[in-house]
């Protein structure tokens, strides 16, 4: 992922946010007006780690993005999770894999990560658009968990998962997430270097 730091990123952040116009001051502007927040546990392991800092902001929700929402079964709570899949799609989870349309989504696995397997999984969308990437942690041993039957999900509704599935609710448990639920998508990540991540990232779909 590319760094943060570097201008042309700091443009795509700009582009994807709708605010091309306004340059690196404008970004700046933004930042003090939005600033960041720490992420808390390790629902998003891979991708974010506990403590890191994360950039949300309001913007359209796309697949594969992670979004900010209040936990469904724990009012007052706030957790972030990632979009799978929207509205019309079928979701099927099985056997530790995802099925959108009856289309598995891709792993790769990328090696262990301490006692879990780190694996990067690829949402592909309809051409022109490109896949968008992310990582995400299974246990080592593997772990069998799943969903029963086929889930559909409703208009205005999205479907969400934990990128460490083994340990955290999501979709599987409240069903699909009113789109009004959603108070803001993360859009750059500032935290520590390891094998598969740079320090900082902007988060933007690849469309």
């Known amino acids: 992922m590319p760094e943060a730091s570097s201008p042309s990123v700091a443009r795509r952040l700009l582009k994807g946010l709708g605010l091309a116009g306004l340059g690196l001051a404008g970004l700046a ?36 993005d992670v979004v900010l929402l209040e936990d469904p079964l724990q009012p007052g709570r706030m957790v972030l999770r990632r979009v799978i899949a929207g509205p019309g799609q079928k979701v099927r989870i099985d ?60 208009d205005d509704h999205w479907y969400l998962l934990a990128d460490n599935r083994d340990v955290a609710l999501d979709s599987r448990w409240w069903g699909p997430v009113p789109a009004a639920a959603i108070e803001g998508v993360v859009r750059a990540r500032l935290g520590t270097a390891d094998t598969w991540r740079e320090a900082a990232a902007v988060l933007l779909p690849e469309e």
């Open 29 to 64: 502007a933004a930042a003090v007006l939005v600033p960041m927040r720490t992420v808390v546990g390790d629902d998003m392991a891979w991708s974010l780690q506990d403590g890191e800092r994360v950039w949300i902001v309001p913007d359209r929700v796309r697949k594969a």
């Open 95 to 154: 056997d530790g894999g995802v099925r959108i349309n009856g289309k598995r989504i891709r792993q790769t696995d990328m090696g262990e990560g301490g006692p879990h397997r780190v694996v990067k999984e690829v949402i592909w969308s309809s051409p022109p658009a490109r896949p968008n990437p992310y990582l995400t942690q299974l246990a080592t041993l593997p772990v069998a968990w799943s969903s029963p039957g086929v889930v559909e999900v409703p």
